[in-house]
């Protein structure tokens, strides 16, 4: 009997006109704090190599990435195995700050919608009220949203592809909302 | 008879045949018919019966205004009721019946409605003849009545089909594909906007290439067609037909109706796509309707809309009628006469209300040898179930027949209505235009957004301008301006020179003849397929209905499934006569979306099957599923409420799990707890206004039990902090307080105390909690742990990290139960390992997983109160004699105000006791104890009413909690709680903590 750690849908997978895939475990931080502080800012370039992202905008690399959540919120994203270490440096560099930095990587859950960029664009603009249109939402933009009936946050790691945070106990649910908007014959001919 | 003429059809690929049947009846169109031509190509006239009276009806329509010719598409899981015929295309294998009668369309008894009853039917009839006597209602007249409602048959099986919504954003949405919506989507685009151009039906150009004149000096498709490519080539501009604009709403916010697979029912993909779109302007270029005539037996089929008659040669080659009387009160109703008489047709006479006649057209007519009649009009139409000829009268007159006249079909006009519905919506004003008898946009009080600014332009014939030269002009004109007030200032173009011949003025004709006399009056129909008549709503103006809103609804004028388009001007036009005022003073009913019906299925998008709603699940919820979880639906979560063995009732295997977990080992999924991370120098402080005790003497390591309470007092979330650290806490809420509870945080974090240094996180999801529980749970977790969980080395409401089984885990020594237990929280993640875990090291102690129900009891057998039970947000912590857990230290907290109003602290309020049937029995729930004599109404008084009640399989009876007045003061007494059977269950008030009073078995 294993008790290693298993995402909610152990990465699943559904193929229409866009793949769809559950990207199973990452490590996610919530952080709180003065965004505007140095010290913030020191803490997210250590724990990511990034700089503390822009409004509705998400800062990517080799070594992690940080998300705009709200005007005192991150979402900071590394590894899952590596998110003790994460925190840790956090927690270190903000010493005597007021901050909360606390993990979050097992009550989310990600997708990746992948394909020709008007398929991916398509899928997404059936269910989120985002303007999905080329030039409107590019790579680098991250937005928090409503997916049908829950709560997601999106953003494009490049032009053929969007990821998906959504809460770990509605995984199932949002997967079966991205099987349908990528089903054969639901192109909607807009973005292509 | 109707038939296919040799030539002509310009929408049809007449070389590509397609079978479709009507009442079980093989029929043959071809490609491009609608399913009303193709019915029409077969002379099927009688296409259905109307609402009240079952009359014959037959289609009176080309478009979506349609009232009579409603049939249902379609059979089993693809059947649909009340499916214009009119925007239907024909496909190959189409199956259709008609509708509200019986035995069939041919025959139908209900008819002898119209034959005897049609008099004792007049408006109001509903009203005035089942209000009496009142017990009839139920027996007789709600019966009869619910088996003649309703038009159509709702469907028996699932819809088979999907649907889906779609979000999209655009500078300019223009609404109508007709040559003003083209031109105006035009002028947009090229000045640089963003534009999304949508039709509702499957061809551009609306009415221009049926209708004529020249743009540019070139037949009108030869602009449609240029323009089309034009916009196609434009990467601003999106072109959607089969797609109605069917709301406008607040802020620019317009849905879209795609029709995207009805025309091809076997392809893939959604039936229907909801577009859900916010635009900066809108232009309605939705054109306009014709109005019939009010001349008795205009309802017999074979009378038609003067326009329709047009559309069906010219569009499909169908001719309604060999000979063809045209009625009309305009000149727009000659073109049907010369396009008739030019496909070979005869129309023995145009009947023209106006004395002075018409203009340029009527000349032309004249001109073909057509016989015009100026100052006439119709007295009445021969026939039953289809057209047979006329007689003429004077329009001044009050009926007396002049001449009568053969003929198989009548064309009518009564003037053209723009289509104002989607510029109304969202609040447009309209102004009433004498000159052209219609109701137009106001270009003064358009609706308006944020800015104050309209947001709507209407343009072309939806805002009164049906010259084609003046549409065009319009449209541009429209186009420019959505531009312009979203910000695009390129260069526009210009609109193409229209050019139509000159009409003369139209004559509004509200009644034909003028004098009609009431037996005329009685057939001459405003509301086709309501069957509502002239006569009934000059009756509801005699009896003081007064305001259009009231008459609509007392006649039930306009409150069919077409909403009224084609009887809504007419009928207040006869209303305002009636109350001897101008139609603007009498104004209109109010225009609301959709334009036409959408289905319903299109509104619910994915929002069915296992996308209904999101259910959220434990990391556990798969071993439950697998277990024989009966499950109970909690917040958005499924949590199980007991585990069902093979065989085994739910009140045995609730009975099983709570035995088994008091005398060994029970587990419970806990995980959808809420819990909150409180962190911050202030965290302590916040803590101690949101809750009733205090928060901030906790030392790291240790839990304490607290309540919350709102602003009023009123208790609303309860449960166990534990300090993590100097600075941090966690707030474990009841599983539907969760989400509430943080915004609650949040809302006083941000609003009130935005000063205080506290930050908060919402963790629920990130851990699986399981509660072991029972004298066995510490041998148990012996087994997987090296960590010190010994009495000593982890005390009751104390917390400690440690590693079980390799997984990092957060132990709680909490207990709901009244065990020994503790609360292991590991990341979601390895919830279902851990689980698996336990249950395997569980196995010698009998372990046994147990639901909600088993955790109900358990609390209840220890006296532990439930929020939503013994809380239903009118009650406060004192009445649950809860005060030890409200500080008396504190300055302040949040209800604590409230709570010394007088009426809280007011002594006889019903306070929390336990309760004991007499006899053993489990008392109902919700079930009131009686006291003497009566209330101000009569009815019994009461002291007290029962909260919680359940079998307590530990004690081998029923329990109860419930709130009683001076309930603690009255130890031992016997109340009297009646059933709903009139018998009476008697229980004593006792201690509210059935169970191991004294704790000792949770202090091992």
């Known amino acids: 009997m294993s008790n290693a750690a298993v995402s909610a849908l152990n990465g699943a997978t559904v193929q229409g006109f866009a793949r769809v895939e559950e990207t199973g475990l990452h490590g996610m931080i919530t952080l709180r704090g003065d965004l505007a502080s140095a010290k913030v800012k020191k803490a997210v370039k250590e724990a990511t190599g990034q700089d503390v992202p822009a409004l509705r905008t998400i800062n990517t690399g080799d070594s992690g990435a940080v998300a705009w959540m709200s005007p005192d919120e991150l979402l900071v994203m590394v590894d899952y195995d590596q998110v003790d270490d994460t925190l840790a440096t956090i927690e270190s560099t903000l010493a005597g700050e007021h901050f909360l930095a606390v993990n979050v990587s097992d009550a989310r859950a990600m997708f990746r919608v992948s394909g020709s960029g008007a398929g991916v664009r398509e899928a997404l603009a059936k269910l989120c009220p985002v303007d999905m249109a080329p030039g409107e939402f590019e790579p680098g933009m991250f937005r928090r949203t409503r997916m049908a009936q829950i709560p997601a946050a999106i953003w494009m790691p490049d032009a053929e592809c969007v990821h998906i945070v959504c809460f770990r106990s509605v995984a199932e649910y949002t997967f079966n909302l991205l099987r349908d908007a990528v089903a054969e014959g639901g192109e909607v001919g807009l973005f292509s | ?1004």
């Open chain 2, 1 to 1004: 008879m109707s038939t296919r003429l040799a030539t002509g059809g310009r929408l049809l690929n007449k070389s590509r045949t397609m079978g479709f049947s009507f009442n079980g009846k093989q029929l043959k169109g071809v490609e491009g018919d609608t399913l009303a031509s193709a019915l029409l190509a077969n002379d099927q006239m009688l296409v259905g019966r109307s609402f009240k009276y079952h009359r014959p009806r037959g289609i009176v329509a080309s478009g979506g205004e349609e009232p009579n010719a409603l049939v249902g598409l379609g059979e089993d899981n693809k059947f649909e009721p009340n499916q214009r015929v009119t925007t239907t295309e024909l496909f190959d294998g189409l199956t259709c019946t008609s509708q509200n009668h019986w035995p069939s369309l041919e025959f139908d008894v209900g008819v002898i409605n119209s034959k005897l009853f049609a008099r004792f039917l007049p408006a109001g009839f509903y009203y005035k003849m089942f209000i009496h006597p009142r017990p009839l209602w139920k027996h007789v007249y709600e019966p009869f009545i619910r088996q003649s409602a309703g038009l159509g048959k709702a469907p028996r099986d699932r819809d088979q089909d999907t649907y889906e919504h779609f979000y999209a954003f655009y500078d300019v949405v223009v609404i109508g594909g007709g040559v003003a919506g083209l031109q105006a989507a035009k002028a947009a685009g090229l000045a640089g906007a963003k534009v999304l151009l949508m039709e509702q039906d499957p061809h551009w150009g609306g009415r221009a290439p049926v209708d004529g004149g020249t743009i540019d000096g070139q037949d009108p498709q030869a602009f449609v067609d240029a323009t089309l490519s034009e916009l196609e080539s434009m990467s601003n501009v999106t072109l959607r037909n089969r797609m109605m604009g069917a709301g406008v709403y607040d802020h620019g916010y317009v849905l879209g109706y795609e029709r995207v697979n009805d025309h091809r029912p076997t392809a893939k993909g959604p039936r229907h796509r909801l577009w859900r779109i916010r635009a900066g302007q809108i232009i309605t270029a939705t054109g306009a309707i014709e109005r019939p005539l009010s001349f008795a037996g205009n309802d017999i089929p074979g009378v038609m809309l003067a326009s329709a008659v047009r559309d069906y040669v010219v569009n499909y080659g169908v001719s309604i009628g060999d000979r063809t009387v045209v009625v009309t009160n305009n000149d727009d109703a000659y073109l049907t006469a010369i396009t008739l008489k030019e496909a070979g047709l005869e129309v023995p006479v145009i009947l023209d209300a106006r004395a002075s006649g018409g203009g340029a057209l009527a000349d032309r007519a004249r001109e073909m040898g057509i016989r015009v009649e100026t100052g006439k009009g119709i007295a009445s139409v021969k026939g039953n179930k289809r057209v047979e000829g006329v007689a003429i009268c004077a329009q001044a007159g009050e009926g007396a027949v002049l001449e009568e006249i053969k003929c198989d079909a009548v064309a009518m006009s009564g003037g053209w209505s723009p289509v104002v519905h989607l510029w109304s919506h969202c609040g447009g004003k309209l102004v009433w235009d004498e000159a052209e008898a219609m109701f137009r946009p106001d270009p003064e009080k358009a609706p308006t957004g944020d800015t104050g600014e309209g947001f709507v332009i209407a343009a072309g014939a939806a805002n009164g301008q049906f010259a084609l030269g003046d549409a065009l002009t319009d449209a541009q004109k429209a186009g420019e301006a959505a531009a312009k007030a979203t910000g695009h200032k390129g260069k526009a173009g210009k609109a193409p020179a229209g050019e139509a011949p000159a009409y003369a003025a139209i004559e509004p004709v509200w009644m034909m003849p003028q004098g009609a006399n009431i037996k005329l009056r009685m057939k001459a129909w405003l509301d086709f397929q309501n069957d509502v008549k002239v006569s009934d709503v000059q009756l509801a103006a005699r009896e003081g209905f007064e305001s259009v809103e009231h008459a609509k609804r007392y006649t039930t004028l306009g409150m069919a499934t077409d909403q009224g388009k084609l009887s809504n001007i007419n009928g207040l036009a006869i209303l305002s006569d009636a109350l001897g005022q101008a139609i603007p003073q009498t104004g209109t009913t109010t225009f609301r979306p959709p334009y036409t019906p959408i289905s319903l299925s299109s509104i619910a998008g994915n929002a069915i099957g296992d996308t209904f709603q999101p259910i959220r699940k434990t990391p556990m919820h798969d071993w439950h599923e697998e277990n024989g979880a009966h499950w109970e639906p909690v917040g958005a979560w499924r949590r199980p409420y007991t585990f069902q063995k093979p065989g085994e009732s739910v009140e045995d295997a609730v009975t099983r799990e709570i035995k088994q977990t008091r005398d060994s080992l029970g587990l419970l999924d806990a995980s959808t707890l809420g819990k909150i991370i409180v962190k911050g120098p202030d965290a302590g402080k916040f803590l101690d206004m949101l809750y009733t005790n205090m928060m901030s003497t906790l030392k790291p390591g240790r839990c304490r039990y607290g309540l919350m309470c709102g602003e009023n007092g009123f208790l609303q979330d309860d449960g166990v902090v534990a300090r993590i650290d100097e600075d941090t806490f966690l707030c474990h809420t009841t599983t539907g307080g969760a989400d509430s509870i943080h915004a609650h945080m949040e809302e006083w974090l941000q609003t009130e105390w935005w000063d205080w240094k506290v930050y908060t996180a919402n963790v629920t999801e990130q851990y699986a909690q399981i509660g072991v529980v029972g004298p066995n749970s510490r041998k148990t977790l012996e087994k997987l742990t090296d960590d010190d969980i010994s009495a000593e080395g982890l005390t009751f409401m104390g917390w400690k990290d440690i590693t079980l089984d390799g997984i990092p885990a957060r132990v709680y020594r909490i207990s709901f139960s009244g065990e020994l237990s503790y609360e292991i929280s590991v990341p979601a993640s390895r919830g279902r390992a851990l689980w698996d875990r336990l249950v395997q090291a569980g196995e010698e102690y009998g372990v046994t997983p147990y639901g909600t129900e088993g955790l109900h009891v358990m609390r209840a057998e220890k006296g532990f109160i439930m929020i939503g039970d013994e809380t239903d947000g009118t009650v406060i912590p004192q009445d649950l004699m809860m005060h030890w857990a409200i500080s008396k230290k504190k300055e302040d907290y949040l209800g604590k105000r409230a709570q010394e109003r007088e009426h809280m602290a007011d002594p006889n309020r019903w306070k929390l006791v336990g309760l004991e049937t007499t006899d053993g029995t489990v008392l109902p729930d919700g079930a009131y104890a009686v006291a003497d004599g009566t209330n101000a109404n009569g009815q019994r008084n009461v002291q007290g009413r029962v909260t919680s009640t359940y079998y307590s399989p530990t004690l081998d009876r029923g329990i109860a909690m419930g709130l009683v007045h001076n309930g603690p003061d009255r130890m031992g007494e016997v109340l009297d709680f009646p059933k709903v059977d009139g018998t009476i269950v008697k229980a004593k008030i006792v201690d509210q903590v059935f169970f191991d009073k004294d704790g000792e078995k949770q202090n091992v």
